[in-house]
């Protein structure tokens, strides 16, 4: 089946899936949609979020995708399931697959997760991970600063201040899992492994996302059926801001072109 497969995220931090999705999955074509007009969305309701997405939806539907990656954690904690309720396609998000890869990795049974503010409020993950194995004892940290910093060009002091006042405390809790829950957060990856030490276990939510899309495209049979030299990838976005062609760049690592496309 040669339809693209679909990747959306309330801004550019989804590029860090794409950039996966490609590496594992060089044959398919994605078609990638970042609402940086309205991003973002974890200060919206969960009634917002879920109009929102489901507009992208619809757009990405227009495109003919086979499957849709929820890239954005605040959609995939608010409104997944009831994205999967109303399409039939397979719509898959970062929070379940980051948890089940958290949960097979730990040792000791100590995970910390790292996140926006607005998905630890609702304690997605937590939820997530209690599901799989109730046992756990689980530590999460709301990051905010982060993002910001990584999106100024990751600057190596207040990269190492940030960590340090959000990660401290995660040393002394003894957790031997860390997952990275924001799509940002893998350009960053070194950084946290050298502050955390080489015994943690980082859980990049991107590339365990590319390997269930794999397994999907395997097991139902909609993989593409013919290798294809450089498949044509689209990515459109709601809004291009200041300094975008240089951000998108670091993000799935070469310039893209795109197109700019208001919803609703």
Known sequence: MNNPIGVFDSGIGGLTVVRELLRVLPDERIVYFG???????????????????????????????????????????TALDWLSSRYSLPIIGVIEAGAKRGVKATRNNKIGVIRTRATIGIKAYTTAIHQLRPGIEDHSKSCPLLVPIIEEGGDVELTHLALTRYLLNFKQKDIDTLILGCTHYPLIKDEIQQF?????????????????????????GIGTSQNINNPKHLFYFSDIPRGFKQLSKRFIGYPISYTKVILG
């Open 196 to 220: 955390m030490g080489e015994d943690v276990k980082l859980i990049d939510s991107a590339n365990v996302v590319a390997h269930e899309v794999l397994n999907i495209l395997n097991n139902t």
């Open 35 to 77: 609402d940086t007009a309205r991003v973002p969305y974890g200060s919206k309701s969960t009634d917002v979020i879920q109009k929102f997405a489901d507009q992208i939806v619809k757009f990405l539907l227009s495109k003919e995708v086979k499957l849709i990656v929820v890239a954005c954690n605040t959609v995939s904690a």
